[in-house]
């Protein structure tokens, strides 16, 4: 219990205080960083979802052979 009072007491001398305005930016530097992972989830998510395509290889091009 001891441990906890000081660890509080560290992060209670550590704690700064932040302008109005620097948070106002802060919060739309983060703002804008969700958004920008959003959409590049929903790109890979699209790209993840997209089918496969076959290898050269196993591709049938019309020709059977027999």
Do not use: A, W
Request: charge should be positive.
């Amino acid at each position: 219990m001891e441990e906890y009072d000081n660890y509080l007491r560290h992060i209670q001398k550590e704690t700064k205080e932040i302008c109005p305005s620097c948070k106002t930016l802060i919060d739309e530097v983060f703002r804008l960083r969700l958004n920008n992972l959003k959409e590049l989830k929903n790109e890979l998510l699209g790209i993840y979802e997209t089918p496969t395509r076959q290898n050269p290889k196993e591709r049938k091009n019309g020709k059977e052979k027999k």
